[in-house]
């Protein structure tokens, strides 16, 4: 079964305290791993798709890199408007080009001033 | 360009109603999935619609079901409202093509319900 977890559930920084969130997944043959951001009460924001290990991407402050088994989000110097949850979705094989996303539980990033 | 649309946004039903919630995709896109969003399970796939056909369905029981129109607007129904069915329901419009950016799935901001 494809299975997707975020680690940690929960992380506090300090303003410009640099740190990464992970994303494992089992997934056979995974067709792209997505991140989004999510503020409360919206819908995720779509942040980056990776579809093969070794591809890296950034966007201001937040680098996703991935791997085999694993992606990781960068987030360097926060400020407090980076404070949200950060999901990490796979896509499997799927017949016909299907959409679907697994998602894992997400990290919840709180930036302190 | 308008983003992905989603009405009502918030819902209150009472237990063994029915209701329909309704998503305009982002214009040109042709696919539209829908998810449910709760506290406990986190976002789970429903199912997803493309040119007017289901293509996919997620582990859901029958009384969820939903339908795309010609012009790729999308609804979902749930009959027979539980209490369990109170979520921030969400979809996501694709593009759908050959390319990477064609498999980007942007989100609405979803419809809470609420099932007294």
């Known amino acids: 079964e494809d299975q997707v977890t975020q680690s940690p559930e929960a992380l506090r920084l300090q303003e410009g305290e640099s740190s990464s969130l992970n994303c494992s997944y089992t997934v056979s043959g995974l067709r792209g791993l997505f991140w989004y951001r999510q503020d409360p009460g919206k819908g995720p924001e779509f942040l980056f798709t990776l579809y093969s290990a070794g591809e890296e991407k950034e966007k201001e402050r937040l680098k996703a890199t991935l791997t085999k088994k694993e992606s990781f989000l960068h987030i360097t110097a926060p400020k407090p408007e980076d404070s949200a949850t950060y999901l990490c979705a796979v896509q499997p094989p799927l017949i016909q080009g299907a959409q679907k996303l697994v998602f894992g539980q997400g990290t919840r990033l709180t930036i302190n001033p | 360009k308008a983003g992905v649309t989603q009405t009502p946004r918030y819902l209150i039903k009472t237990r063994g109603q029915q209701v329909t919630l309704s998503c305009s995709p982002i214009?040109?896109?042709?696919?539209v999935s829908w998810y449910q969003q709760t506290p406990g399970q986190g976002l789970q796939f429903l199912f997803e619609y493309f040119s007017e056909t289901q293509r996919n369905k997620g582990n859901f029981p029958g009384r969820f079901s939903g339908r795309q129109f010609s012009n790729s607007r999308s609804e979902m129904n749930v009959s027979t409202l539980e209490l369990g069915d109170s979520a921030l329901y969400l979809c996501a419009s694709t593009l759908v093509g050959q390319g990477a950016s064609y498999n980007e799935q942007f989100f609405g901001p979803g419809t809470r319900l609420t099932v007294l």
């Open positions: 214009s040109g896109h042709r696919s």
